[in-house]
């Protein structure tokens, strides 16, 4: 009954399906920010795997290599809660968030992965800044086990450092530069920077630089 319900109809089709709802609380108190919020999403990879409901609330992300969590199979069901805080002193601003995400797939399998994130920004200038931030990632169960393998036991966990520069030319437009570094631990086997997907095959380590320029419309 409780798989009918999350399906809402024959062949992956009905309301329940692709569906998405959430909240968000935002608190600021001088240089004090605060924020937590909540997103389920009730059988999101449902168009893509079984070619119904491709016009729900998420799009190509579950069908794509880039996410190794996803890839494991069929996701039933996706929620997340997350706790940021957020602190300014002059010109820098130090920010602590927390996020539990819980992934339910087809066949009785679940996982759960837990980020826990630092990161810090200082404007150099008006149109100069800076940032850096760590995310430390521990998870367990499912193990990937079916179309992508990202652990050889259920307590795979991520160190992953991100840094980089944006400079301001106008209010709208500005030119950024960014690397990411993540690394493997625990029982985890794949590296996988999210947008790129997984390192090939024996990596326990990967490396992402980015570049652009950005206008806002």
Known sequence: ???????????????????????????????????????????????????????????????????????????ERQRIYALGAGYAIGPATVNVVVTDTHLDYSGAHHLRVDNYEINGRYLVTPALSAGIGYIYTDGDGYTGTGATSFATGDRPKWHQVNAGISYLFSKRTDVHLSAVYQRLAGDASVVAINVFGPAGVGRNSQLALIGGLRHRF
């Open 1 to 75: 009954m409780r798989s009918a319900i999350r399906r809402g109809g024959a062949d992956g089709t009905g309301f329940a399906n692709n569906r998405a709802y959430g909240f968000g609380l935002d608190y600021v108190y001088g240089a004090l920010h605060l924020v937590a919020s909540f997103l389920n999403l009730s059988n999101p990879s449902a168009g893509l795997a079984k070619s119904t409901n491709p016009n729900g609330a998420v799009g190509d992300e579950y069908s794509g290599s880039t996410s190794i969590f996803y890839n494991t199979g069929f996701v």
